[in-house]
Structure formats: C-alpha cells, structure tokens
C-alpha cells in the first residue's frame, strides 16, 4: 500500500519568513495530494491541494509544488504569521477508487515573533 | 451549507466495552471515510461508506464496524475495546465522483481505561 513520508517533524521559524515542508510517497499511480492545518484540539482543515496534471498550485501565502518522476511534493508557506503555528500534514491517494487518505506522520510549525 | 458533525465530542469507556460513534455528512456529501488518530500521529484509515456499503478498509481488526444510512450518516462500532483503541476518531465526508475533496468532522475524543 501507499507509504507517506513527510520532513522535518518539527519547524521553527521567525515570523516573516518562509516554511517549507516536504513529503514524499511511494505508489506511483497516486494522483491527488491534499495538505491539511490542525491546530491543537481542533479537526484537520485542508488549506490547499493539488492534482497529479498540475506540478503548481497557489493559493495567497500558501503553494504545494508536487514533481510526479520524483514522487515527491511540498508545502511553501511565505511571509508566515503566527496564527500559522500548528501541525501541518500531508496526504496521498488515488480518486476514483474511494479516495482512501494515507497521511504523513505530521509538521509541528512554530512561528516565533 | 451544514459542515461534518460528529457525536459524541468525547466518550470514557473500560477495557472490553463497546461503542458507537456518529457522524453527519456535509450538505451535498455521499461519501463518509473514517480515520483513527492517535496522539501525536496522522490519520490512519479505518474504512469509507459509500451507497451504504463499505467502499475500501484499512488495516484494522474486524471489531471495527460501520454503517451508513439513506441520509448519508454514518455510525462506527468499536466492541471488545482495548486500550490502544484510545485516540481521536474523525469522520470525512466527501462527494464520490466529484472533486473527492475531504472535509473533517471535529472528531470525538475516546479514552478506553
């Protein structure tokens, strides 16, 4: 079955700056590839996601590259804030065939004033 | 546009006990999946409920039960519970055959002593 990988496990960052976080999978015939935000006690909120035809996609402060050869896709978050302190995560899965989820073991961003 | 909801928010048990767990689809949502998350982990998934029937399953035990019924709900039955059983339990719902996009409910918080 699918495998998720995702790096670093934690991040610090100063506020204004730019996050990074990166994950990669193993089945190949994955094709959809959603991140979502949980802040501490709260559901997982998608923030953005991307499909296997789109190697870009961006949203404001907020962009997922997805590079399909490498099997890898990332999360770029720019000029951060500190409401963007939670756990970041990742996930993979085939549509079309029950959309089953496989998640990455998670981010914990901190954004420091 | 209702979001996912989930009952109840948090629930006690004791080794051996079972429980049920409900969930309420999205507006518009035929399709509801099921994740364990366990602190400090990802979602894993435990199975997805589509037309009423189970749409693909995880790897957990056969303990683990669903339903979904005519309004799109669905419920999760855990029997015989044991102490890792103890995690938060998500509901998502999503429209087979569309986007696919899934939305989280808030979970509910299940503590087994």
């Known amino acids: 079955g699918e495998n998720v990988e995702q790096h670093p496990s934690t991040l610090s960052v100063q506020e204004g700056d730019s996050a990074v976080i990166k994950c990669t999978y193993s089945d190949s015939a994955s094709n959809y590839f959603p991140w979502y935000k949980q802040e501490l006690g709260k559901r997982p909120q998608l923030i953005i996601d991307?499909?296997?035809?789109?190697g870009e996609k961006k949203d404001q402060r907020i962009a997922v590259t997805l590079n399909k050869t490498a099997k890898h896709f990332s999360l770029h978050i720019t000029e951060t804030q500190p409401e963007d302190s939670a756990v970041y995560f990742c996930?993979?899965?085939?549509?079309?065939?029950?959309?089953?989820?496989?998640f990455g073991t998670g981010t914990q961003l901190k954004v420091e004033l | 546009e209702t979001g996912v909801t989930q009952s109840p928010t948090h629930l006690i048990k004791t080794r051996g006990q079972q429980v049920t767990l409900r969930c309420s689809s999205q507006?518009?949502?035929?399709?509801v999946s099921w994740y364990q998350q366990a602190l400090g982990q990802g979602p894993q998934f435990i199975f997805q409920y589509y037309r009423e029937e189970e749409n693909g399953r995880g790897n957990f035990p056969p303990r683990f039960s669903g339903l979904q019924f005519p309004n799109y709900s669905s419920e999760l039955n855990v029997n015989a519970l044991e102490l890792d059983d103890s995690a938060l339990y998500l509901c998502a719902s999503s429209l087979q055959g569309s986007q696919e996009t899934q939305y989280f409910g808030p979970g509910t918080r299940l503590l087994v002593l």
């Open positions: 507006s518009g949502h035929n399709t």
């Open positions: 996930a993979a899965s085939i549509t079309g065939g029950g959309n089953k989820l496989t």
């Open positions: 991307i499909r296997s035809n789109v």
